[in-house]
T-cell receptor
Framework: DAKTTQPPSMDCAEGRAANLPCNHSTISGNEYVYWYRQIHSQGPQYIIH???NNETNEMASLIITEDRKSSTLILPHATLRDTAVYYC?????????????FGDGTTLTVKP | DAGVTQSPTHLIKTRGQQVTLRCSPK?????VSWYQQALGQGPQFIFQYYEEEERQRGNFPDRFSGHQFPNYSSELNVNALLLGDSALYLC?????????????FGSGTQLSVL
Protein backbone atom coordinates (compact mmCIF):
# COMPACT_ATOMS: atom_id res chain seq x y z
CA ASP A 1 0.00 0.00 0.00
CA ALA A 2 1.09 3.56 -0.71
CA LYS A 3 2.53 5.59 2.15
CA THR A 4 0.65 8.67 3.33
CA THR A 5 1.88 11.85 5.01
CA GLN A 6 -0.33 14.00 7.22
CA PRO A 7 0.41 16.98 9.46
CA PRO A 8 0.46 15.89 13.11
CA SER A 9 -1.99 18.51 14.30
CA MET A 10 -4.35 21.25 13.17
CA ASP A 11 -6.72 23.71 14.82
CA CYS A 12 -10.04 24.96 13.49
CA ALA A 13 -12.58 27.47 14.78
CA GLU A 14 -16.05 26.14 15.48
CA GLY A 15 -18.39 26.75 12.55
CA ARG A 16 -15.57 27.16 10.06
CA ALA A 17 -14.48 24.64 7.46
CA ALA A 18 -11.73 22.24 8.45
CA ASN A 19 -9.43 21.25 5.60
CA LEU A 20 -7.22 18.26 6.35
CA PRO A 21 -4.48 17.48 3.80
CA CYS A 22 -2.93 14.14 2.94
CA ASN A 23 -0.01 13.43 0.62
CA HIS A 24 0.17 10.07 -1.15
CA SER A 25 2.65 10.66 -3.94
CA THR A 26 3.30 6.94 -4.58
CA ILE A 27 -0.36 6.01 -5.02
CA SER A 28 -1.09 3.39 -7.68
CA GLY A 29 -3.87 3.56 -10.22
CA ASN A 30 -5.99 0.97 -8.43
CA GLU A 31 -5.61 2.40 -4.93
CA TYR A 32 -8.40 4.23 -3.19
CA VAL A 33 -8.12 7.01 -0.62
CA TYR A 34 -10.02 6.32 2.61
CA TRP A 35 -10.53 8.63 5.57
CA TYR A 36 -11.35 7.54 9.11
CA ARG A 37 -11.49 9.44 12.36
CA GLN A 38 -11.05 8.33 15.93
CA ILE A 39 -12.64 10.19 18.77
CA HIS A 40 -10.98 9.65 22.13
CA SER A 41 -11.61 6.21 23.64
CA GLN A 42 -13.56 4.96 20.63
CA GLY A 43 -12.72 2.84 17.62
CA PRO A 44 -12.05 4.54 14.27
CA GLN A 45 -15.10 5.61 12.28
CA TYR A 46 -15.33 5.58 8.49
CA ILE A 47 -15.85 9.02 6.92
CA ILE A 48 -15.47 8.81 3.16
CA HIS A 49 -13.46 7.26 0.35
CA UNK A 50 -12.75 7.87 -3.34
CA UNK A 51 -10.68 6.81 -6.31
CA UNK A 52 -10.19 9.87 -8.49
CA ASN A 53 -13.39 11.89 -8.49
CA ASN A 54 -14.38 14.26 -5.71
CA GLU A 55 -16.83 12.72 -3.28
CA THR A 56 -19.33 14.15 -0.83
CA ASN A 57 -21.52 12.57 1.81
CA GLU A 58 -23.39 13.73 4.88
CA MET A 59 -20.21 13.93 6.93
CA ALA A 60 -17.58 15.43 4.64
CA SER A 61 -16.20 16.10 1.19
CA LEU A 62 -13.11 14.53 -0.33
CA ILE A 63 -11.10 16.43 -2.92
CA ILE A 64 -8.49 14.40 -4.83
CA THR A 65 -6.01 16.21 -7.06
CA GLU A 66 -5.94 15.37 -10.74
CA ASP A 67 -2.61 13.56 -10.44
CA ARG A 68 -3.99 11.75 -7.35
CA LYS A 69 -0.84 12.48 -5.38
CA SER A 70 -2.69 14.32 -2.64
CA SER A 71 -6.17 14.79 -1.23
CA THR A 72 -8.05 17.01 1.20
CA LEU A 73 -10.80 16.08 3.59
CA ILE A 74 -13.21 18.95 4.17
CA LEU A 75 -15.53 19.20 7.16
CA PRO A 76 -17.73 22.12 5.99
CA HIS A 77 -18.90 23.40 9.38
CA ALA A 78 -16.72 22.00 12.13
CA THR A 79 -18.23 21.46 15.57
CA LEU A 80 -16.58 20.65 18.89
CA ARG A 81 -17.62 17.03 18.37
CA ASP A 82 -15.37 16.86 15.31
CA THR A 83 -12.30 17.05 17.55
CA ALA A 84 -10.56 13.75 16.80
CA VAL A 85 -7.60 12.07 15.14
CA TYR A 86 -8.13 11.84 11.37
CA TYR A 87 -6.44 9.06 9.39
CA CYS A 88 -5.83 9.04 5.65
CA UNK A 89 -5.33 5.55 4.24
CA UNK A 90 -4.48 4.52 0.71
CA UNK A 91 -5.12 0.98 -0.37
CA UNK A 92 -6.41 -1.29 -3.04
CA UNK A 93 -10.09 -2.09 -2.88
CA UNK A 94 -11.74 -4.42 -2.05
CA UNK A 95 -10.90 -3.36 1.45
CA UNK A 96 -11.35 -6.77 2.89
CA UNK A 97 -8.74 -8.28 0.62
CA UNK A 98 -5.94 -7.12 2.82
CA UNK A 99 -4.64 -5.09 5.69
CA UNK A 100 -5.01 -1.37 6.22
CA UNK A 101 -2.03 0.76 7.16
CA PHE A 102 -2.91 3.55 9.57
CA GLY A 103 -0.28 6.20 10.15
CA ASP A 104 -0.32 8.50 13.14
CA GLY A 105 -2.97 10.74 11.59
CA THR A 106 -3.80 14.40 12.15
CA THR A 107 -5.16 15.51 15.50
CA LEU A 108 -7.83 18.10 14.73
CA THR A 109 -8.84 20.37 17.59
CA VAL A 110 -11.99 22.43 17.05
CA LYS A 111 -12.01 25.48 19.28
CA PRO A 112 -15.00 27.56 20.40
CA ASP B 1 -28.88 -3.23 14.51
CA ALA B 2 -25.95 -3.90 16.83
CA GLY B 3 -22.57 -2.72 15.66
CA VAL B 4 -19.28 -4.41 16.40
CA THR B 5 -19.09 -5.55 20.00
CA GLN B 6 -15.95 -6.45 21.88
CA SER B 7 -15.40 -8.04 25.27
CA PRO B 8 -14.11 -7.43 27.78
CA THR B 9 -13.70 -3.65 27.69
CA HIS B 10 -10.77 -3.67 30.08
CA LEU B 11 -8.38 -6.38 31.18
CA ILE B 12 -5.37 -6.55 33.49
CA LYS B 13 -2.88 -9.39 33.16
CA THR B 14 0.65 -10.13 34.35
CA ARG B 15 3.66 -10.97 32.25
CA GLY B 16 3.73 -14.52 30.94
CA GLN B 17 -0.02 -15.01 31.14
CA GLN B 18 -2.33 -15.71 28.24
CA VAL B 19 -5.35 -13.66 27.20
CA THR B 20 -8.37 -14.13 24.93
CA LEU B 21 -10.31 -11.22 23.49
CA ARG B 22 -13.64 -11.59 21.75
CA CYS B 23 -15.41 -9.83 18.93
CA SER B 24 -18.87 -10.04 17.40
CA PRO B 25 -19.09 -8.42 13.96
CA LYS B 26 -21.78 -6.11 12.73
CA UNK B 27 -24.87 -7.96 11.54
CA UNK B 28 -24.43 -9.09 7.94
CA UNK B 29 -20.62 -8.89 7.98
CA UNK B 30 -18.44 -11.93 7.36
CA UNK B 31 -14.88 -10.65 7.78
CA VAL B 32 -13.09 -9.70 10.97
CA SER B 33 -9.79 -7.86 11.30
CA TRP B 34 -7.82 -7.22 14.48
CA TYR B 35 -5.65 -4.20 15.23
CA GLN B 36 -3.34 -3.21 18.06
CA GLN B 37 -3.16 0.46 19.02
CA ALA B 38 -0.43 1.65 21.36
CA LEU B 39 -0.92 4.92 23.18
CA GLY B 40 -0.47 7.89 20.87
CA GLN B 41 -0.11 5.80 17.72
CA GLY B 42 -2.37 4.67 14.91
CA PRO B 43 -3.84 1.16 14.82
CA GLN B 44 -1.49 -1.57 13.58
CA PHE B 45 -2.93 -4.50 11.61
CA ILE B 46 -2.55 -7.89 13.29
CA PHE B 47 -4.56 -10.27 11.06
CA GLN B 48 -7.80 -10.79 9.21
CA TYR B 49 -10.22 -13.72 9.19
CA TYR B 50 -12.65 -14.72 6.48
CA GLU B 51 -14.43 -18.06 6.09
CA GLU B 52 -12.84 -19.20 9.35
CA GLU B 53 -9.32 -18.85 7.97
CA GLU B 54 -6.56 -16.33 8.52
CA ARG B 55 -6.28 -14.47 5.20
CA GLN B 56 -3.80 -11.70 5.89
CA ARG B 57 -1.28 -11.15 8.68
CA GLY B 58 0.69 -8.13 9.79
CA ASN B 59 4.12 -8.06 11.38
CA PHE B 60 3.21 -9.72 14.66
CA PRO B 61 4.83 -12.79 16.28
CA ASP B 62 3.22 -16.20 16.52
CA ARG B 63 2.26 -15.43 20.12
CA PHE B 64 -0.69 -13.68 18.51
CA SER B 65 -3.23 -16.11 17.13
CA GLY B 66 -6.88 -16.02 16.29
CA HIS B 67 -9.96 -17.89 15.37
CA GLN B 68 -13.20 -17.25 13.55
CA PHE B 69 -16.35 -19.20 14.30
CA PRO B 70 -19.15 -20.26 11.92
CA ASN B 71 -21.28 -17.34 13.17
CA TYR B 72 -18.44 -14.99 12.05
CA SER B 73 -17.46 -13.99 15.57
CA SER B 74 -13.77 -14.04 16.35
CA GLU B 75 -11.23 -14.40 19.11
CA LEU B 76 -7.75 -12.98 19.48
CA ASN B 77 -5.36 -14.94 21.66
CA VAL B 78 -2.05 -13.66 22.96
CA ASN B 79 0.33 -16.04 24.74
CA ALA B 80 3.30 -15.30 26.98
CA LEU B 81 2.27 -11.69 27.52
CA LEU B 82 4.95 -9.00 27.52
CA LEU B 83 4.77 -5.53 29.00
CA GLY B 84 4.86 -4.20 25.43
CA ASP B 85 1.59 -5.95 24.64
CA SER B 86 -0.23 -3.33 26.70
CA ALA B 87 -2.47 -1.56 24.19
CA LEU B 88 -5.98 -1.03 22.91
CA TYR B 89 -7.04 -3.99 20.79
CA LEU B 90 -9.56 -3.14 18.11
CA CYS B 91 -11.78 -5.43 16.13
CA UNK B 92 -13.16 -4.35 12.77
CA UNK B 93 -15.74 -6.08 10.61
CA UNK B 94 -16.62 -5.78 6.96
CA UNK B 95 -18.45 -7.58 4.18
CA UNK B 96 -16.30 -9.38 1.67
CA UNK B 97 -16.87 -8.08 -1.85
CA UNK B 98 -19.24 -5.26 -0.90
CA UNK B 99 -19.28 -2.28 -3.25
CA UNK B 100 -18.50 0.09 -0.39
CA UNK B 101 -16.06 -2.01 1.60
CA UNK B 102 -15.48 0.02 4.70
CA UNK B 103 -14.45 -1.17 8.12
CA UNK B 104 -16.67 -0.89 11.15
CA PHE B 105 -14.72 -0.83 14.40
CA GLY B 106 -15.66 -1.80 17.91
CA SER B 107 -14.70 0.33 20.89
CA GLY B 108 -11.84 -1.99 21.73
CA THR B 109 -10.42 -3.90 24.66
CA GLN B 110 -7.88 -2.04 26.77
CA LEU B 111 -5.25 -4.57 27.84
CA SER B 112 -2.80 -3.72 30.59
CA VAL B 113 0.12 -6.08 31.25
CA LEU B 114 1.83 -5.63 34.61
Amino acid sequence: DAKTTQPPSMDCAEGRAANLPCNHSTISGNEYVYWYRQIHSQGPQYIIHGLKNNETNEMASLIITEDRKSSTLILPHATLRDTAVYYCIVRVAPFTAGKSTFGDGTTLTVKP
Amino acid sequence: DAGVTQSPTHLIKTRGQQVTLRCSPKSGHDTVSWYQQALGQGPQFIFQYYEEEERQRGNFPDRFSGHQFPNYSSELNVNALLLGDSALYLCASSLQGAANEKLFFGSGTQLSVL
